[in-house]
């Protein structure tokens, strides 16, 4: 790879420099802080453009790249330190579970190219999806309903709904056992 060929001018971005830029700012003095409290965080994710459910959490230290790629479902938990590296649409349904730790990454780089160029595949975790401690899910993976990866596994594939995958790469482990249909969705 040539580093000095690389060229990102062709990345949208979303937003203006200005607007990411205050962004920058209110997430790294305020947002990723130590200060308790979930619903601040959701407003100020909303005044950013993020589309935030009701009822959602959101601990300390959560970072989040660019909240006008982002979308949280009802009662979703967002757990300590979780990284949300939304370079692209990130998608986070109801009642999902992101526990500490968790790395989302939506960009990598083209290594079969020289000049290294950027790609980015957006992440979908629909809903009831449990993403367990420092577990990281890759550029373009869909997490079906109800799936859990385990902590510290790192998922480059879809997870198929009511499955448990461990490990890395991740494989499915065993099914999950779901809610009957009268649970409330």
């Known amino acids: 790879m040539r580093l000095d060929q690389f060229d990102n001018s062709g990345f949208d971005r979303g937003v203006s420099w200005l607007l990411e830029a205050t962004w920058r700012v209110v997430e790294g003095l305020f947002f990723s802080s130590w200060i308790p409290g979930s619903a601040w965080r959701a407003t100020v994710l909303r005044l950013f453009g993020a589309r935030v459910g009701q009822g959602v959490v959101i601990k300390p230290r959560v970072r989040v790249k660019f909240p006008w790629k982002l979308q949280v479902g009802d009662h ?25 730790g968790v790395y989302l990454c939506t960009g990598s780089h083209r290594w079969d190219e020289s000049n290294f160029s950027l790609e980015t595949r957006p992440i979908n975790l629909e809903d009831q999806v449990w993403v367990c401690a420092h577990a990281r899910i890759g550029p373009g993976v869909t997490c079906k309903r109800g799936s859990v990866l385990t902590m510290s596994s790192v998922a480059n594939t879809d997870l198929d709904a009511w499955s448990i995958y461990s490990g890395v790469p991740a494989k499915r482990v065993r099914a999950r056992p779901h809610p009957e249909a009268t649970e409330v969705d």
Do not use: T, Y
């Open 76 to 100: 979703s938990w967002l757990g300590e330190s979780a990284w949300i590296d939304n370079l692209d649409e990130v998608i986070i349904g109801a009642h999902c579970c992101l526990s500490q």
